[in-house]
């Protein structure tokens, strides 16, 4: 089909027209500053070229050639907020950025499209060849570009070009999406923590324990840390922030090379419910170090319970001081009456005692009580809970992880303990002050309002973790009893017990110390070092060891990509370049625009009005003057001609929908 085939309608449609010489549409007519259209006279046989240049078709240009500096602007503002704090000026780059996934195509497709519609114009007029203009013009999308390749089924070094270059949409918008994002910039530097010296800091236990200020606050510790939330016993601090300390030998089945055994995450088996204190933490800033210290290791065994009205005593351990192994008095070892006991089997007088461990007995009253008013009530227990348990030391080094002033260890290995003055710490020292002191207190720290009931540290053992003081108020009416400890398996009776005495036995190493002095953000662990400042440890000065950590503070960053910046800076420079190109290439045509619209296709039709129109308009000009002109693809010939001709009309003949309805059988040329 062809919309200019000679036909006799054609030749009779056409105006036999004087012919004169040709002339170059490069060259420039005489006599005329501008391109102007001259009124069509009866002397006159055609028009000059008409160029339509005015003030708002030149800026519309211009604005379009400098939009990509847009993105030169975006790139350059983000490379100089790399490093730098968040602010609100980066907010709004980041903001500006988002956005640039959806304009650089915009006007990427705006520019290049343009542009290669300019680039086809320009070489129509030099001369090249029917394949080089449909690439250029089919070009104008991303999709175009490669359909017009399938469609010439002839890729080239120009098809190549154009689909390369429109990959460079996508790719502008997704580098300048990705420029600039939030990081976070570490700054570590070193310091020293003050951790007390546990190996050399002396119990208030050691030289005696009377109604001082030191023993109330050592009990006000213990009891703080009984009536603690169940969160607070189970996590990695304590109520003021002290640091406790994983049982190293729960978690030594698995070591790394440096003899570290990780901390779970939770479930944590702690050796105390009160922690270390450390200085010179401070908020806003992460901390690692590794805190030397050591705990007292529990074993238990034969755990069960005896009638009370047996001699038990005496079958136990044969004949011995009657007096003092008498079953119906042992209970006034413990300075009064109790429910419970920690009865000492070793003999500590120099020279006798193991340096290595301690053996006791856990005694405890089992069973109903009856008559709760009656003065004798106290011995009318049914039976007695015992365990065979032995002390021994466990000395560690614990990884600490702190994120401002919330800390807890990561990693613990035992270590050997130091080659003097450790063994005057252990509970068991020489001549037994400090055991003697120390287990008495314990038990008579719950001081209730009658004997008949089992005391608040016997319910934390026995299970009733979360509040054993609602458990261990005692209550004046009938059938009120004691625990039965055999109910407790072995492994959390040990595990409980052992906590409770760590517990008070590190509240005796410096409870002023313990009640959050250290550990809070004002405590300075340099002057605490230097013996500037002063915290009262209990009888006996605090002894303080310096801790080698790690500091570092974490501050929120802007990131300038420069994979991306670079992408950026070579899409948005390949886009402006293409944009100045195409408009340069768009003023150095001299001929009419004749590309690109349905216009140049039925401009010089005979089948249309159209090819009676001035042909040196620009095409965008013929296409303003003939919008509402009718079109429809046609049979030109129907009725004239047994074959038939398809064209596209503006004659309002046959359609050609209706002709091959009406016969199907129809030839056409």
């Known amino acids: 089909m062809d919309n200019t085939t000679n036909t006799s309608d054609n030749h009779t449609l056409r105006q036999n027209v004087p012919r004169r010489k040709p002339v170059p549409l490069r060259s420039k007519p005489t006599n005329h500053s501008t391109y ?193 939330p169940l969160a607070i016993k189970t996590s990695a601090q304590d109520s003021w922030g002290n640091i406790k300390i994983p049982r190293f030998e729960t978690y030594n089945q698995t070591v790394d090379d440096e003899g570290f055994s990780t901390v779970p995450e939770e479930g944590v088996d702690w050796i105390s419910l009160l922690g270390q204190p450390v200085a010179g933490l401070k908020t806003g800033f992460d901390a690692n170090f590794t805190l030397s210290t050591w705990y007292h290791d529990l074993k238990c065994s034969d755990l069960h319970k005896v009638p009370a009205s047996s001699d038990w005593i005496r079958d136990m351990f044969g004949d011995t001081d009657a007096q003092y192994y008498n079953a119906s008095n042992i209970w006034t070892k413990g300075g009064g009456y109790s429910s419970w006991l920690l009865w000492l089997i070793e003999d500590l007088s120099p020279g006798a005692y193991n340096p290595n461990k301690l053996n006791f007995i856990w005694l405890s009253k089992s069973g109903l009580i009856n008559n709760v008013h009656d003065d004798a009530a106290e011995l009318n227990y049914n039976e007695t809970c015992l365990a065979n348990c032995s002390l021994t030391a466990t000395y560690v080094e614990a990884h600490i992880v702190c994120h401002g002033l919330s800390c807890k260890p990561t990693k613990i290995r035992s270590v050997p303990p130091p080659s003097s003055g450790w063994r005057g710490q252990l509970l068991w020292t020489v001549g037994g002050s400090t055991w003697t002191y120390f287990y008495k207190n314990l ?102 060891m310096p801790a080698a950590a790690t500091i570092s503070s974490t501050t929120d960053i802007y990131r300038c990509d420069k994979t991306f910046f670079a992408l ?28 690109g619209y349905i216009t140049s296709i039925v401009r010089h039709n005979p089948y249309t009005s159209l090819h009676t129109q001035n042909e040196a308009l620009d095409t965008s000009e013929l296409v303003r003057q003939s919008t509402k002109m009718f079109l429809r693809l046609e049979d030109v010939n129907e009725g004239t001609n047994d074959v038939g001709h398809i064209a596209i009309s503006s004659l309002r003949k046959m359609s050609i929908r209706r002709a091959r309805t009406q016969d199907p059988y129809r030839k056409y040329k």
């Open 36 to 228: 102007k259209q001259v009124p069509k006279s009866e002397d006159q046989d055609g028009n000059i070229l008409h160029k339509s240049r005015n003030l708002l078709d030149v800026a519309a240009d211009f604005i379009l050639c400098l939009t990509p500096l847009s993105f030169f602007i975006l790139a350059a503002l983000a490379l100089s907020l790399d490093k730098k704090p968040l602010s609100a000026f980066g907010h709004n780059i980041q903001a500006w950025a988002l956005l640039s996934p959806t304009i650089f195509p915009l006007v990427f497709a705006a520019l290049v499209g343009r542009a290669l519609n300019f680039f086809a114009r320009y070489r129509l007029e030099q001369g090249t060849s029917l394949g080089v203009l449909e690439q250029l013009v089919g070009s104008q999308t991303v999709f175009g570009a490669f359909w017009i390749q399938v469609v010439l089924q002839n890729i080239n070094a120009l098809g190549i070009f154009l689909i390369l270059l429109w990959l460079i949409s996508p790719l502008g918008g997704q580098a300048s999406l990705r420029l600039i994002a939030q990081d976070k910039e570490v700054n570590a530097w070193s310091a020293t923590f003050a951790c007390i010296n546990s190996t050399w800091q002396s119990s208030s236990f050691a030289q005696g324990f009377a109604q001082t200020l030191t023993g109330a606050s050592i009990n006000a510790l213990y009891v703080g840390c009984m009536v603690a």
């Open 443 to 544: 038990i008579g720290i719950d001081t209730r309002a009658s004997h008949y009931t089992s005391s608040v540290t016997e319910h934390y053992i026995y299970g009733h973790v979360e509040s054993p003081f609602q458990y261990g108020v005692s209550v004046m009416t009938a059938n009120l009893g004691y625990l039965d400890m055999t109910n407790v398996p072995l492994p959390d009776f040990t595990r409980r017990l052992r906590t409770v005495l760590n517990t008070y036995y590190i509240a005796s190493l410096a409870p002023q110390a313990s009640t959050g002095t250290m550990s809070s953000a004002s405590a300075n662990a340099t002057r605490l070092l230097d013996g500037e400042d002063s915290i009262q440890g209990g009888f006996y000065e605090l002894k303080l």
């Open 568 to 595: 950026a800076i070579i899409s948005s420079a390949v886009l402006f370049i293409t944009g100045v190109a195409g408009v340069v290439a768009r003023y150095c045509c001299k001929g009419p625009d004749m590309l």
